[in-house]
């Protein structure tokens, strides 16, 4: 019984793995357009002109009187746009600048039998000249120094349960919770650890937005690493999938919006508390080697792995994908802000403003001590690369930049292999 349950633990693993795998960027389309910037690296200088061609093909074939839609200007701001144009040979060009650093990208829909297929490409104009609109408080340090304080006068009381269904021969695998910021408010996650007796290193991963399960990760764990994967909502990980499409729709809709005008009750003081008090939580495993912890994570998860390195100096090593919630007040400043675009179509309501700068990944990207590996795409149209370079020019402490230019919110398998192995060899000493 005991091979059975380890060998269906491991096709479960292959099978969530496959799935990852398959939906980790997009699927092949009948229609394919493709949008390509002159310059091989889509780095321009200020005031250069950057030079787009824009290619429909069907069939490995330029389409003959493709119909396109288009918008073009500054991402996320375009100035143009027009619908209905007729590519007689499948093909056009455009023409775009910056007159000061940021993003210029042409996207474009290709429309055939009532369908879209879409398009984009980006150019960079000096990006690693873009600095921050958001304000940095002056009282931002102690602020969450005493609210970390706070949090830490609860008890952890932490509960752990062995799945036996998820354990494989090499890694154990548990269902545990511990106590975030208030009596009975929990954060809860997967464990995964070695089987084999010793001290490990270890890796916290943080979620991406949104509500869902979780399977841990007892392959990394089987490489000598502990790997805690928590969620952020103060329920169980390991519910039936309906549960957290309910919330999704019902309860935590919009979850980032929740006080969004007060700092002290918004909906992600207790979601960074939580993010410590995981480390904390990590500091009591007896398998914890006691020094070695790293935290990795993408899209609002690439937004926690600042966060986390940037309160937590026990933080070691920090690895993101494409973080989120850089730079909010970009849209009120005529650019681009960040995930979840709090301020792109509506005027912020009175303290609005004030409240997200203590939320924003920009200034805790400006207290990182420790090394940090970051990796996006040019054509992200959820974390805007303005966003991103925003916080990520701030960082004073060491740190590295893998561009894998035309992906958008998603990422070749290579991407998370180069990531994933950055942070290991990190905490390996390598």
């Known amino acids: 019984m005991k091979n059975f349950l380890a060998k269906t633990g491991s096709l479960l693993l292959l099978l969530i793995a496959i799935n990852i795998t398959a939906w980790s960027q997009p699927g092949s389309m009948l229609i394919k357009v493709i949008v390509s910037p002159d310059h091989k690296d889509w780095n321009y200088k200020v005031n250069e002109t950057a030079k787009f061609t824009v290619q429909v093909f069907q069939n490995g074939n330029l389409l003959d009187n493709a119909v396109i839609d288009y918008e073009a200007g500054p991402e996320m701001i375009p100035d143009q746009k027009k619908e209905g144009l007729v590519l007689k040979n499948g093909k056009t060009e455009f023409t775009g600048t910056m ?51 706070e949090a830490r006068k609860i008890n952890l009381d932490p509960k752990i349960t062995l799945m036996p269904e998820r354990c494989t021969s090499e890694a154990n695998v548990y269902h545990i ?113 006691g020094n070695n912890i790293g935290v990795t994570g993408g899209s609002q998860g690439g937004a926690l792995t600042i966060i986390t390195a ?66 996006w795409g040019f054509n992200d149209v959820t974390c805007p690369p303005t966003s991103m370079y925003s916080a990520y020019n701030v960082i004073t402490a060491p740190k590295e930049l893998k561009l894998w230019l035309e992906t958008g919110h998603w990422t070749f398998p290579e991407e998370t292999e180069i990531l994933n192995n950055w942070l290991t060899a990190k905490l390996k000493g390598k």
């Open 99 to 149: 007159k000061t650093p940021g993003f210029y990208r042409v996207r474009v829909w290709a429309v055939a039998d009532g369908k879209r297929y879409e398009g984009l490409g980006t150019a960079g104009f000096e990006p690693e000249k873009i600095q921050p609109t958001v304000k940095d408080p002056s009282d931002f340090d102690s602020f969450w120094s005493n609210a970390i304080s």
């Open 177 to 289: 919770s511990f106590q975030n910021d208030a009596a009975g408010s929990r954060i809860y996650g997967i464990l995964a650890m070695p089987k084999k007796a010793g001290k490990y290193p270890a890796i916290l991963r943080v979620p991406g937005a949104g509500i869902r399960p979780y399977a841990g990760d007892p392959r990394i764990a089987s490489q000598g690493f502990i790997t805690l994967e928590i969620g952020i909502h103060g329920i169980p990980v390991n519910l039936d999938q309906q549960v957290y499409e309910n919330l999704m729709a019902g309860a935590l809709s919009s979850y980032w919006t929740v006080k969004m005008n007060d700092k002290n009750t918004h909906y992600y003081k207790r979601v960074f508390l939580g993010c410590v008090k995981a480390v904390d939580f990590i500091y009591t495993l007896p398998e914890f080697d």
């Open 310 to 375: 940037g309160l937590d100096k026990r933080i070691k090593y920090a690895a993101g994908l494409y973080p989120a919630m850089c730079d909010a007040t970009g849209y009120l400043n005529k650019r681009a802000g960040g995930w979840p675009h709090y301020f792109r179509t509506e005027q912020p309501k009175p303290n609005e403003v004030e409240t997200l700068a203590y939320f924003d990944v920009v200034n805790f990207a400006r207290r990182i001590t420790m090394p940090v590996y970051l990796t």
